[in-house]
Nanobody, 125 residues
Framework: VQLQASGGGLVQAGGSLRLSCAAS????????MGWFRQAPGREREFVAR????????YYEDSVKGRFTISADNAKNTVYLQMNSLKPEDTAVYYC???????????????????WGQGTQVTVSS
């Protein structure tokens, strides 16, 4: 399984970026796909997740209304559209894939078996 994250960059506060995560190596219909981020000196934290088969989503409170996670089944790609970016959104963003186990939230890194390499997002004030 390979996850390839891309789309990071430098943007001013209030701007937008769209991250992509291309998945390959297996079928992902029974998986949950998530985005996490990690700022320097901080633990990796949950941002958003989507269940590939149903499309249901869940967000961390600080990104609700600003970020949107989506999936393109035909392209095996998951996206994170980030709008109204703030300096505190600055971090390395990781995509991850995990097996569905009947849970709902899937907000902890331990729920995910596969990780992409990360893409840097820097928001200047």
């Amino acid at each position: 399984v390979q996850l390839q994250a891309s789309g990071g960059g430098l943007v001013q506060a209030g701007g937008s970026l769209r991250l992509s995560c291309a998945a390959s190596g297996r079928a992902f219909s029974n998986h949950v796909m998530g985005w996490f981020r990690q700022a320097p000196g901080r633990e990796r934290e949950f941002v958003a997740r989507i269940m590939w088969n149903s499309g249901t989503t869940y967000y961390e409170d600080s990104v609700k209304g600003r970020f949107t996670i989506s999936a393109d089944n035909a392209k095996n790609t998951v996206y994170l559209q980030m709008n109204s970016l703030k300096p505190e959104d600055t971090a390395v963003y990781y995509c991850a894939a995990g097996y569905l186990d009947g849970s709902y939230f899937y907000t902890t890194p331990q729920k995910y078996s596969y990780w992409g390499q990360g893409t840097q997002v820097t928001v200047s004030s």
